[in-house]
Every structure is written in structure tokens, then in C-alpha cells.
């Protein structure tokens, strides 16, 4: 299936609520570099929500290369291993004006999605993503809750 809008399930997972029981989800963000080599970089649900099917904003750290291929490219693929199904997302992505009161100094950008696909293989099970355990998760999710806030204005 390639359509242009998100399942329900993964909307569900990305609406930025309740971020406490989804602190272990971790998902990739592929960007393309200037030598034109796929670049990786892990993310979390405290820095991307779905606004609705169609569209996310996520909220990256400025200066990292992850954000300097977005800026130059306006282009990144999320990748999201959840509820064994390995969900790809192509996203077209512009930049939202700077935050001059925000919490956390972040890049913003609106994320209009291409296409998205689910995979599934019949003949596997996929029983695992990404999974990470926050070391300081107080501090954390304060952090991801003020972010989504950020990214909801």
C-alpha cells in the first residue's frame, strides 16, 4: 500500500500526547548528504508529531547535519519499526519561522507527506524496533512535552 496519508495506528503513536508510555519508541530520519550518501539519525517521539495525516512537524536540533540536509534539500524519509510494521514515510519539509520565546533553541519544519508504506513480510514476524531507555526521563519528557508545545504554535 503507498498513499499519502499516515495510518491510524501510527497517527496515534506520533499525536504527541501521552508521551511517557511511548518514551521507548525511536525511530530513523534518513536525509541525503551533500556527497550524496544516505544520512541516518535517530529521533524520538518528543520531536515529531502528526498534525494530521497528511502533514508532521518536527523539531530538529540546529547545526547537526540531520538539519543542514533538510534546510539544503527539503527532503528526509522517516522510518518507524511499531506494532510489527515498518512504516516509511517521504516527507517534503519547508522551515517554520524561529520561536523567539520557545524553551529548547530548535529548527522547525512543516512535513508534508509524499508517500507513506507500510511493510510487512509473510513469511516474519517483526517483533522489536527501536527501542531506547531514557537515563534521565523526568528531565526528558519535560523536555519532549515542551517541544511538542513549541511545535503546536
Same mark, same amino acid.
Given at each position: 500500500?503507498? *498513499?499519502?496519508? =499516515?495510518?491510524? +495506528? ?8 501521552? !508521551? ?5 519508541? %525511536? ?49 528526509? *524519509?522517516?522510518? =518507524?519499526?511499531? +506494532? ?8 517534503? !519539509? ?5 520561536? %523567539? ?53
Amino acid at each position: 500500500m503507498n *498513499t499519502q496519508e =499516515i495510518s491510524t +495506528n501510527l497517527f496515534q503513536l506520533l499525536n504527541g500526547k501521552d !508521551l511517557a508510555s511511548k518514551q521507548h519508541e %525511536a525511530m530513523m530520519l534518513l536525509t541525503l548528504s551533500q556527497d550524496l550518501w544516505p544520512h541516518v539519525a535517530m529521533i524520538s517521539v518528543g520531536e515529531v508529531i502528526a498534525i494530521r495525516s497528511t502533514e508532521l512537524k518536527l523539531s530538529l536540533w540546529p547545526n547537526t547535519i540531520t538539519t543542514s540536509n533538510i534546510i539544503r534539500t527539503g527532503k528526509a *524519509t522517516l522510518v =518507524i519499526i511499531f +506494532n510489527g510494521i515498518a512504516h516509511y514515510i517521504k516527507l517534503s !519539509l519547508r522551515k517554520l519561522p524561529e520561536l %523567539a520565546d520557545a524553551k529548547h533553541k530548535r529548527e522547525r519544519f512543516s512535513a508534508k507527506v509524499v508517500s507513506y508504506r507500510e511493510d510487512i513480510a509473510k513469511y516474519a514476524e517483526i517483533t522489536s524496533g527501536i527501542q531506547i531507555q531514557l537515563k534521565d526521563p523526568a528531565s526528558v519528557l519535560k523536555r519532549w512535552n515542551e517541544t511538542i508545545e513549541d511545535l503546536l504554535r
